[in-house]
C-alpha cells in the first residue's frame, strides 16, 4: 500500500522560503508521477507542481512556476518542493499525491494516492 507522509509546514511571513518534503512508501516508484496539490481555505484543491520518478520530469502551475521547484531523491524515496517568495495566497494544506505511469496531471482524480496535508500560512 502505497504511504505518503507530509512535513515540513508552518507559519512563514511573506517573502519567506519553506521547503515540504513527502516520504513516500509502500512500493517501487520508478513509473510513478509524485505530486503536490494545495487547499486554500474555503478553496478546492489546485494543482501546485508534479515530478516523474524516472527521469525527473516536472510540471507547474502558473502561480508556483519561478518560485517553486519540485525535486525526488531517489535514494530516501522523498518528495521535496522548495518555495521561495511565498505570498499570504500561498496559504494552505499541502498535499503529496501520486499517480501511476505518465503524464503528470494537474487534475486531481487522476491522482489516486494521497497524504494528509501539512499546513502552510503565510502572513503578510
Known amino acids: 500500500q502505497v504511504q505518503l507522509v507530509e512535513s515540513g509546514g508552518g507559519m512563514v511571513q511573506a517573502g519567506d522560503s519553506l521547503r515540504l518534503s513527502c516520504a513516500a512508501s509502500g512500493r517501487a516508484f520508478t513509473n510513478y508521477i509524485l505530486g503536490w496539490f494545495r487547499q486554500p481555505p474555503g478553496k478546492e484543491r489546485e494543482f501546485v507542481a508534479a515530478v516523474a520518478w524516472s527521469g525527473g520530469n516536472t510540471d507547474y502551475a502558473d502561480s508556483a512556476q519561478g518560485r517553486f521547484t519540485v525535486s525526488r531523491d531517489v535514494a530516501k524515496n522523498t518528495v521535496y518542493l522548495q518555495m521561495h517568495s511565498l505570498k499570504p495566497e500561498d496559504t494552505g494544506i499541502y498535499l503529496c499525491?501520486?499517480?501511476?505511469?505518465?503524464?503528470?496531471?494537474?487534475?486531481?482524480?487522476?491522482?489516486?494516492?494521497w497524504g494528509q496535508g501539512t499546513q502552510v500560512t503565510v502572513s503578510s
Open positions: 499525491t501520486a499517480k501511476y505511469r505518465r503524464p503528470t496531471s494537474s487534475y486531481r482524480y487522476n491522482y489516486a494516492y
